[in-house]
Structures are given as structure tokens and as C-alpha cells.
């Protein structure tokens, strides 16, 4: 993350991206909006959540819970290097 310009990790959450600020502009809305609907359409799309394909679906040798787990950390990789520094430059 700081190889991406995010320094501030004093609290829980990475402040550079999560503050009150960053809430009202367009990248924010991005981030929290566009992200929470993607984050709960994949949810219903994939017939659980993340942890819960990971934890459990694994645990019990299910395919389509190695299928999902697989994607969710595609998809989160790729965010991270493609879709991430694009917008940090925006903030």
C-alpha cells in the first residue's frame, strides 16, 4: 500500500482512503458507493460471501466454493494494481 502513495495507517482503516472527506467527492463515491453494490451483488451472484466460501465451502472440498475463493482473489488483485493507483491519483 505505500508503494501505491497510501501512508497513513494510524487507525484501522488506511486514513489516505477512508475519511470524512473522501466521502462527498466522486472518488469516494466510488469507493463507498460503487463498491458496497459490487461487493453485495457478488455476494447473491456467488451464493455467499467471501468468507464464508473461503472458511467453510473450503473446509468441506466444495467446487464451486474453490471457484468463488479463486475469483474473489483475482478480482481483488486486480483492483489493487489496475483500478487502486488510478484512483488514488484522483483523491
Not at 500500500?1 to 489516505?16: H, I, N, S, Y
Request: aromatic letters at 14%; a neutral charge.
Amino acid at each position: 500500500m505505500q508503494a501505491l502513495g497510501v501512508t497513513r495507517f494510524d487507525e484501522l482503516l488506511p486514513e489516505d482512503i477512508f475519511n470524512w472527506r473522501n466521502v462527498t467527492t466522486p472518488v469516494g463515491l466510488v469507493f463507498f458507493v460503487l463498491g458496497g453494490f459490487l461487493v453485495g451483488f457478488g455476494t447473491r451472484y456467488a451464493g455467499g460471501c467471501t468468507s464464508g466460501h473461503a472458511i467453510m465451502g473450503l473446509s468441506t472440498l466444495q467446487w464451486p466454493s474453490l471457484v468463488a475463493t479463486c475469483c474473489f482473489m483475482a478480482g481483488g488483485f486486480a483492483v489493487t494494481h489496475l483500478a487502486l493507483p488510478y484512483l488514488l491519483k484522483l483523491l
